[in-house]
């Protein structure tokens, strides 16, 4: 048996997240939840691929897991994105590379780490050029396990990082 009206609209404010319907045809809901909602459906990742993990982040972009459909447009640019996705091994040599396109970026501005290499180092964890882990450099928001992470793990550290931007109280995040 389908669900009831009421049973449908009570599902639907508890997934808006406090939105909460009136029975006018109009919406009230808090700035923040508003700008919350917004920016969850318009995610513009810059793509910092620094080794194998770029090409499973461009085969998530790709026609078969079609980012676009959740929103997700790939930007290239620092200055037109607000999520940074770091996939691959980090060295000594490109962290201030990349704390400088991290500065770069506007506020609020998320940063996702890709693949074991991005989060701890990975298979040369031990080697004198490596940094282990980008947060380190950056704040990490986001960690995808895996050597390299297949494009749906990535595709689940994108949607985890919507719900976390929807549990966001405030319009600017502080750093």
């Known amino acids: 048996m389908p669900p009831t009206l009421p049973e449908l609209e009570s599902a639907l404010n508890e997934e808006a ?12 809901t808090g700035v923040d939840t508003l700008v919350n909602w917004a920016r969850t459906g318009s995610m513009w990742p810059m793509t910092f691929g620094l080794a194998c993990c770029a090409v499973e982040m461009m085969q998530a972009g790709a026609s078969r897991y079609d980012f676009d459909r959740f929103g997700v447009v790939f930007r290239p640019s620092p200055r037109q994105s607000d999520v940074m996705i770091v996939a691959g091994t980090l060295t000594n040599k490109m962290a201030p590379a990349l704390r400088r396109v991290y500065d770069q970026m506007p506020e609020p501005k998320w940063v996702i780490s890709m693949g074991s290499c991005a989060n701890g180092g990975g298979y040369y964890h031990y080697s004198y050029a490596v940094v282990r882990g980008c947060d380190r450099i ?12 297949t494009a749906e793990a990535l595709m689940y550290g994108v949607i985890q990082l919507q719900n976390k931007i929807k549990r966001t109280n405030t319009i600017m995040r502080k750093v």
């Open 17 to 28: 997240g406090g939105v909460k319907q009136s029975g006018k045809g109009y919406l009230v």
């Open 138 to 149: 950056v704040p990490v928001d986001i960690y995808v396990p895996g050597c390299p992470p």
